[in-house]
């Protein structure tokens, strides 16, 4: 009997292997995306796009990946279980993407044209334009859908637009170059690339009420799944710092070279990086700080991992 | 090899333009600057690659030989600059930007911003031939655009830098008034934003492109053979366009890549073998004279051209 068992789980090994999903990583410089199978960690293909790919969201019901592309003007919209492109919607500069808690807005900061379009999440209908100066940036979304909080890298401010209004409730400043924004346990996170620190807001009022160092080149900012961790990106100190979500203290500090960006966590406790100096994706394990890499295309940055994808 | 030199640029950008860009306040530009890495680490390449081969060709079959070569000196600054200096990050900034607000207005309106993968679909997929088809459409551009330089007096005011050089070698290509490089600049933006252009999808396939067009002005008895100088323009093909008696109006050969263009309009002459360079009609200042000497002669003329 332990024999057959034996036999029999070796044979589910392979099947195993394969159920363990794919991760679709953003070549932002050449026009490209990776698709990396999780279990082999290694690059099964290339799909072409039309030219810079950067970001990447899920729909509300979960039901397809959007991947906008800034030159080319689009926004693709792929199976996210297959990774088969759908359709592409003709959107002006779809930076960084993102999808009102509500699903009532689909929201786009066009960094180059610095305005802020809100979308119908159906139709892809243009419902208001915001022109905000300068390289709208990052966005976070107040879990009530009451407003959206965008980084203004150019000019140093943080832009509050209110959701139910469509106005600017306001404009703060922030440290240079501020970059990822996060909701926080009723505060906002602001990482600051242009210093080295994190600014906490009053998302009521957009007053700074204290600051945090991180490291130099503070990038993006990620919650952890279960929320009890941020992860932050330093783009000059090529490191990720991890934060007490609830105290923002400290935990630990892991050295990433080649110019961290985006992360996605794997249902395995493995945190993927993608680094846009070195044309890699890392898998970070926190639990040893061993990092492994994968090569992917030119100038990787958004990433999208799902563990029970089986690509074509 | 484009791992290597990605990773050069990779260096570049995370050694020096990083911690350079936070310590003087810019780090909202770590994008661009990451795209001008790229640029200047393929164009260092480039210089590098045609330095390496094109020396020892001139060396090997010159066409002439000169006591002293320090005319050519001016033509490696021009090089320097323009292929990792300065002119490939104002290109590179002001020809996104531009590409990206008229493309987003055109989105706006719910249509599909121009590209040739649009207008041919079946391209979609194919990267590297989408890319050639680019080459190609941009060299007929080119071809139009050079033939125009020589058509209007004020122009080629201009364009008589390029052309006064009586010591014509592989630096020679880039040595054009900063005018002219605007102006050339301007109508491929043009011819871009009417195609789209990929962005560096194949830095090698570029790389190679730029080799050929230095090549053509080396200093060498070289020919591509009966069928090969119809395929590319080779260097005696194209010194026959720098020869003293096609400067200005009556010119031939305009060709920078394919010689197509000039068999299809009848521009084209394969009989004339290594002629002597130069602009008999441009004052000593535009052969001989600095940067800045050739520069501001050629504004003087094309003032001149403008104002008669």
């Known amino acids: 009997m332990r024999r057959l068992f034996l036999l029999l789980f070796s044979l589910a090994l392979p099947a195993a292997a394969h159920a363990a999903g794919a991760v679709l990583v953003m070549n932002s410089g050449e026009a490209s995306l990776s698709v990396i199978d999780m279990s082999t960690r290694q690059e099964l293909r290339r799909i072409p796009v039309l030219r810079e790919p950067h970001h990447t969201m899920l729909t509300p019901d979960r039901k397809e990946l959007l991947v906008g592309d800034t030159v080319g003007n689009e926004v693709l919209v792929f199976d996210p279980n297959s990774f088969e492109l759908k359709r592409r919607i003709p959107i002006a500069d779809p930076y960084q993407i993102g999808f009102s808690p509500d699903a009532k807005y689909f929201v786009v900061n066009a960094l180059a044209r610095a305005q802020v379009d809100l979308y119908d999440p159906v139709t892809f209908k243009l419902i208001k334009r915001f022109p905000l100066k300068s390289m709208p940036s990052h966005m976070a979304f107040a879990p009530d859908s009451s407003a959206v909080f965008i980084t203004l890298q150019g000019t140093a401010k943080l832009a509050a637009i209110d959701l139910k209004a469509l106005t600017v409730r306001w404009i703060a400043d922030t440290g240079p170059a501020p970059a990822g924004v996060l909701w926080n346990r009723g505060k906002l996170l602001v990482a600051n690339m242009g210093s080295d620190d994190v600014w906490v807001l009053d998302p009521a009022t957009g007053k700074t009420e204290r600051k945090f160092r991180t490291g130099k080149g503070a990038h993006q900012l990620f919650p952890s799944p279960d929320g009890k961790l941020i992860y932050v990106n330093n783009r000059i100190e090529s490191t990720a710092v991890v934060l007490d979500s609830t105290t923002l203290n400290q935990i630990r500090s892991y050295k990433l070279p080649g110019g961290p960006d985006d992360i996605e966590f794997a249902p395995d406790g493995k945190v993927w990086f993608t680094l846009r100096f070195v044309h890699k994706t890392a898998v970070l394990d926190p639990a040893t700080g061993s990092i492994e890499t994968i090569s992917v295309g030119r100038s990787p940055h958004g990433i999208f991992l799902n563990s029970k994808a089986t690509p074509k | ?308």
């Not at chain 2, 088809?133 to 008589?160: E, M, P, Q, T």
Request: some cysteine.
């Open chain 2, 1 to 308: 090899m484009i791992a290597a030199f990605d990773q050069a640029a990779g260096w570049l950008q995370e050694a020096l333009l990083l911690p350079m860009l936070f310590g003087l306040g810019l780090m909202e530009w770590e994008d661009v600057s990451f795209g001008w890495a790229l640029f200047a680490v393929y164009g260092a390449a480039q210089v590098s690659v045609t330095f390496a081969i094109c020396v020892p060709l001139e060396q090997w079959r010159p066409v002439e030989q000169w006591a002293n070569g320090r005319a050519v000196l001016v033509d490696v600054f021009y090089t320097l600059i323009s292929r990792i200096g300065i002119l490939p990050l104002v290109t590179f900034v002001a020809f996104y930007k531009l590409q990206v607000m008229l493309n987003g207005a055109i989105a706006d309106q719910g249509w599909v911003p121009p590209t040739l993968e649009r207008l041919i679909p079946a391209l979609l997929g194919h990267q590297v031939v989408t890319f050639i088809l680019y080459i190609i459409i941009l060299d007929f551009a080119d071809y139009w655009k050079h033939r125009l330089s020589h058509v209007f007096d004020w122009w080629y005011a201009l364009h008589a830098v390029h052309h006064a050089q009586r010591q014509m070698t592989f630096w020679s290509d880039d040595r054009n008034h900063l005018l002219d490089d605007i102006i050339g600049f301007i109508w491929q933006t043009a011819i871009a934003l009417l195609i789209g252009i990929p962005p560096m999808q194949f830095p090698l396939l570029i790389l190679v492109l730029r080799f050929l067009e230095s090549l053509s002005h080396a200093n060498a008895r070289l020919s591509f053979g009966w069928l090969g100088e119809r395929l590319l323009v080779s260097p005696r093909f194209h010194r026959a366009h720098h020869g003293l008696t096609a400067a200005g109006y009556d010119s031939l050969n305009y060709g920078a890549i394919l010689p197509w263009w000039d068999m299809l309009f009848r521009t084209a002459d394969f009989n004339r073998s290594f002629v002597a360079t130069g602009d008999p009609t441009a004052e000593e200042a535009l052969a001989t004279g600095s940067y800045i000497a050739q520069h501001s002669a050629s504004l003087r003329r094309m003032v001149r051209e403008l104002t008669r």
